[in-house]
């Protein structure tokens, strides 16, 4: 059973989802555990960076409990489709790594169900979802050290801006020529 | 001159920003900026998705002002490293591109040496580049109607969870036998 997820209340933090991720999703509130067990690991008053397993809902859990967001560049996503994270000393790269344990799921029915998609969804109840969240707590996670490549813990700098010959825009220069869009990124977004 | 950002004060934004990407970052006032121009344009009522030519700060302020966050899968990101933003209608991919305007910056040489990092950072008045971003408003904006590629419009359905035979970590089924993570990627993250 647990009664918080970072600094919140789990209502509150429940509350905090719907708020920014639209709705009181399931698996941003599981990730809210893997994210508050990671946290409850790391040394106090180290800057951390965040990488996520996967880029579904667990992302937004990062966000909402740390200071890590996708815009600032402290976390990053590798979508391999794993419900874990990694929390790591920026410095050192030495950390913590929580995952949704499959084994811990067998005492969770309603968790199971809905992960596995056993169920039709239409069959779940949310409510008694969530309180099955709250009940397994920290319980589900699996939680490891680990020790993240060195190469992750350089920053890449950005060459300046130069303006691309062919669409006007300003693009960080790297050698090529023109942006990433114009060299093909953009025709599988955008119709001509 | 620009006094509101989507439904904030340009004030509480900046504390907003402060809040979730940890600083006041100047990038994501500006892609506020974006974001607010590209909003205006659409149609009320329609439910609409994002995509970021870069991942530098832009996607927090889209995160911010819009229902469109990483977790949810609403926001995409292109890390082409435009400054530049998409919203569009997700049934339709009708919608409207924002871009800061290169040549707009010229009458606000704040904002372009640190555009083009033209200047140490040391050197910069974080409170007169503000200023200036403030000044320069929905002005510095470029606007553009788009039309996003149908394929990016059909959300992928996942493969129901299996376990994988490697990790013995629960990953959505692709045929493939392993997990991605167990497959290549995660020795270039983690070391063993």
Redesign the interface.
């Known amino acids: 059973m647990i009664n918080k997820i970072g600094s919140f209340s789990f209502a509150a933090f429940v509350n905090r989802v719907k708020e920014?991720?639209?709705f009181s999703?399931p698996?941003?509130i599981l990730?809210g555990l893997l994210v508050d067990a990671a946290l409850k690991n790391l040394p106090a008053g180290i800057l951390y960076d965040a990488?996520c397993?996967t880029?579904?809902?667990?992302?937004?859990?990062v966000?909402l409990l740390t200071?890590c967001?996708?815009?600032?560049?402290?976390l990053r996503?590798?979508?391999?489709?794993?419900?874990?994270l990694?929390l790591y000393d920026k410095q050192t790269?030495a950390g913590f790594?929580t995952?949704?344990d499959?084994e811990r799921l067998e005492a969770f029915p309603e968790i199971k169900d809905w992960?596995?998609?056993l169920k039709p969804k239409e069959e779940t109840d949310p409510g008694q979802l969530l309180e099955a969240i709250r009940e397994g707590g920290a319980g589900l996670c699996r939680i490891q050290k680990?020790?993240?490549?060195p190469?992750?813990l350089i920053r890449e700098h950005?060459g300046?801006?130069v303006?691309c010959p062919q669409?006007?825009?300003?693009?960080?220069d790297?050698g090529n020529g023109a942006?990433?869009?114009c060299r093909g990124?953009?025709k599988?977004?955008?119709?001509q």
């Open positions: 920014f991720h639209g999703a698996g941003v990730g990488l397993e880029d579904k809902c667990l992302p937004d859990a966000q200071p967001t996708i815009g600032n560049g402290w996503i590798r979508p391999w489709g794993r419900f874990a990694a790269g790594r995952v949704l499959p992960y596995y998609k680990i020790q993240i490549q190469a992750l950005r300046k801006r303006i669409c006007r825009e300003a693009y960080p790297n942006c990433p869009a990124g953009a599988d977004v955008y119709r």
